[in-house]
């Protein structure tokens, strides 16, 4: 069993930047693929990026490449998800996860157990 707690969301201006942090429980932290996923109001769950267990391979959402970093530190059971050159359209709340297949990590069902997420606001 793995418990997942977002924190770092908040109202940032459109070009700012915000550090998602994902607290993870567990003895096993380091042998999950770590994702992060978004859902803004009356839209589907999408995905944001994932990374490996040993941090050596990630993926991005192509509308998130090149604006936000996904990073992990297992020593301190945790992930990050730097946003920098945030936009209105970034707007949604913003879950973690954990899952065990890294060839499921772009999509829902590729993962086991999820965080309750943390609301990022981008006003224009």
């Known amino acids: 069993q793995v418990q997942l707690v977002e924190s770092g969301g908040g109202l940032v201006q459109a070009g700012g930047s915000l550090r998602l942090s994902c607290a993870a429980s567990?003895?096993?932290?380091?042998?999950?693929?770590m994702g992060w996923f978004r859902q803004a109001p009356e839209k589907e769950r999408e995905f944001v990026a994932a990374?490996?267990?040993?941090?050596?391979?990630?993926y991005y959402a192509d509308s998130v490449k090149g604006r936000f970093t996904i990073s992990r530190d297992n020593a301190k059971n945790t992930v990050f998800l730097q946003m920098n050159s945030l936009k209105p359209e970034d707007t949604a709340v913003y879950h973690c996860?954990?899952?065990?297949?890294?060839?499921?990590?772009?999509?829902?069902?590729?993962?086991?157990?999820w965080g309750q997420g943390t609301q990022v606001t981008v006003s224009s």
């Open positions: 996860a954990a899952g065990s297949r890294w060839s499921g990590a772009r999509v829902t069902n590729g993962y086991n157990y």
């Open positions: 567990g003895r096993t932290f380091s042998s999950y693929v």
């Open positions: 990374i490996i267990w040993s941090g050596g391979s990630t």
